[in-house]
């Protein structure tokens, strides 16, 4: 199987209350650790790229990684995905080298720019036979060049998203009801706004919607790397339980990033702390590259019910 599109996931996981997994991938070792989780789990997946992560990894170099993913797994589907478009250029810049799938962020604008801005992405991606997610609200916190304050941050206007939806013609929605970007979601106990959810999908009920931010922050990950010498105090993510309830709720798409950070940190500090004398790269990327892939089947497995739905 060759990349596919976001469609056909979205339209199964809307009828069968299930999500699907996007996982952000910066070098070989995080797409291998991904797709392996994915067809041992017989699940769809998506891999997802910021526009830092492109420049880091440089495009050609990622696509031909995505490439030989989907021929050593041809029956799992994949797609491709650009996490947290900044602008049209990037988006377009994605569309012309093969992503199936990309994100316009315009939240960080007023509600019309945000709708022109998304409107010439979409128009430009649908020629091209890409799909467009766009966003509403503003999440807080920090991941990669997406920084908002907590005081910046605000929830999604259900009626607002009906309205944004039918102006846009965007294919998605990532929707803003309390999940925030980076290690450090929260700062009392998590809270997500599920009524807000509800709303929206009663009022866009064909439109996939997306959670962003929504990293559970493994407590065992994060004690693993304070272990081996991190410095990571009182980083605080998204329970599993509530991610479970937003997947079987209406969520279609649910993003990781900081989690696959986690694990791929542990790994490679557990070994540099206890085998000093490595210098092997294949020495601590290996057991880095298996905790990722354990994170991403725990997270299709036991969070987004997504196993054996390819």
């Known amino acids: 199987m060759s990349l596919v599109t976001t469609t056909e996931m979205f339209k199964k996981a809307m009828e069968e209350k299930f999500a699907i997994g996007a996982f952000n991938v910066n070098n070989m070792e995080i797409i291998q650790g ?4 994915a067809a041992a789990e017989n699940s ?7 526009s830092s992560a492109i420049k880091y990894a440089r495009i050609n170099y990622l696509m031909k990684l995505v490439e030989a993913a989907t021929s050593e797994y041809p029956n799992i589907p994949i797609a491709i995905h650009l996490d947290h478009g900044p602008d049209f250029e990037t988006c377009k810049l994605c569309i012309d080298n093969g992503f199936t799938s990309v994100m316009i962020d315009g939240s960080k604008y007023d509600f019309e720019e945000n709708i022109a801005l998304t409107k010439k992405v979409v128009d430009y991606a649908h020629s091209k036979g890409v799909v467009v997610e766009a966003e509403l609200g503003k999440l807080a916190g920090i991941e990669d060049d997406v920084n908002v304050s907590d005081s910046d941050a605000m929830y999604t206007d259900p009626e ?18 309390g999940t925030s970007h980076g290690a ?5 106990e998590a809270k997500l706004r599920f009524d807000i959810l509800k709303e929206v999908k009663s009022r866009i009920p064909n439109t996939p919607i997306v959670l962003h931010g929504a990293s559970t922050v493994i407590p065992e990950l994060v004690e693993m790397c304070n272990k081996f010498g991190g410095n990571i105090p009182g980083a605080k993510g998204v329970p599993d339980e509530m991610l479970h309830e937003a997947s079987i709720s209406g969520v279609s798409k649910i993003n990781v990033d900081t989690d696959l950070r986690l694990a791929m940190t542990a790994g490679i500090r557990k070994v540099f702390t206890e085998e000093p004398n490595a210098f092997d790269p294949r020495k601590y990327l290996t057991p880095a590259r298996e905790l990722i892939k354990n994170t991403v089947q725990h997270k299709i497995k036991d969070v987004f019910c997504s196993s054996n739905k390819a």
């Not at 102006?167 to 803003?176: E, R, V, Y």
């Not at 450090?184 to 009392?188: A, I, L, R």
């Open 34 to 37: 991904i797709v392996d989780a």
């Open 44 to 50: 769809p997946v998506i891999l997802q790229a910021s």
């Open 184 to 188: 450090y979601k929260f700062k009392g």
């Open 160 to 177: 607002q998203a009906e309205q944004f939806v039918k102006a846009t013609g965007c294919d998605s929605l990532a929707i803003a009801i």
